[in-house]
Each structure stands twice: as C-alpha cells, then as structure tokens.
C-alpha cells in the first residue's frame, strides 16, 4: 500500500467537499496545476486526481493536472474507452473507474482487456457499505465490498475506497 496526495478539482481550482456534499466546498488551490507542483516540490512522485464536474456530468474534462510531472491517477465521469484514451494521451499514467464499473460491466471488462492492470484503477466510493455513483450522488444498490470483490475477478490490481461519510473531514 502506498498514499497518494489528492487534488479535487471543481470549477477548475483545487477543492475538498466535505462527505460528499457539492454545497460543502473548501477551495484549497485556485491553481491545480500549482498545487500539484507544491505535493512535488514536498517529495510526491504519484498524485490522485479525481474530476469532480466530470463525475457528475460523465465527460472528464480538467487535464491540465494529468499532464503534471508526477505520476498520476485520475477519475472522475470516465464511462468510455475513448475518454480512457484522452486522459491516458494527455499524460496519465493511471485511469480511475468508478460509476461504470457498477453501471456496465462490459465496460469494465472491456477496459481491462484494452489497457491492462497497470494502467487502471477501481474506485469504489461508498456510504454505508453501498457503492456511491454519478459523483457521489446516487446509491447504487451494489456493496462496495462485491463491487471489489467482482472487479478483483476481472484482473483489477488497484483500488482506491473512499468512505463518502468521512472525506473531507
């Protein structure tokens, strides 16, 4: 296990929701790229990056973190291969799923085959045990313990888990 310092990006500044709330936001960085450059210069090599206005809309748009020096993973609304493809082209080094994997399977399976172990990443979100969807919005009726079990089964190596109820706080 390793940690990874992470950069939510909301309306293109650095944030922190607090458990998932969306009215709930402390702005920690106007500049994500600069924050990114601030985990580096404190000894970072990996930063976790998750698009917060792209898992609500399902279209991951803010790149301009990925292509930081470190390695980083992201997510956030990634619900097709081709949006895989950008963010991996744009400099990622690892692509985040979280909805789709609960949403479509097929999906799931078909990134794996695609992109391999290495270059993906389960994101499981819960509250209460349920896996969280649609940017921490919706319950899914899946728990979050089979959804890591069944993406296990698949071939996923990484997971990130995040318990909606105490993020951010």
Do not use: C
Not at 45 to 69: F, I, M
Not at 138 to 144: D, I, K, L, N, P
Request: net charge negative; glycine share 10%.
């Amino acid at each position: 296990m390793y940690l990874l310092p992470a950069i939510d990006l909301l309306d293109g500044r650095a944030v922190r929701l607090a458990k998932g709330d969306y009215h709930a936001v402390t702005v920690y960085n106007d500049d994500p790229a600069y924050q990114a450059q601030l985990f580096e210069e404190a000894g970072a090599t990996w930063l976790h990056v998750v698009d917060l206005d792209g898992a609500k809309s399902g279209n991951p748009d803010n790149l301009e973190v990925v292509r930081a020096s470190l390695k980083v993973e992201v997510g956030g609304g990634v619900r097709s291969l081709e949006a895989a493809d950008r963010l991996l082209d744009a400099g990622a080094t690892r692509v985040i799923l979280g909805t789709a994997l609960v949403r479509d399977p097929d999906f799931a399976q078909a990134a794996m085959e695609k992109f391999g172990p290495d270059a993906l990443v389960a994101g499981i979100d819960a509250k209460a045990g349920e896996a969280a969807v649609a940017g921490w919005t919706e319950g899914s009726g899946v728990a979050a313990a089979d959804l890591a079990r069944r993406m296990a089964a698949l071939g996923y190596e990484h997971l990130v888990y995040t318990d909606i109820a105490r993020d951010g706080m």
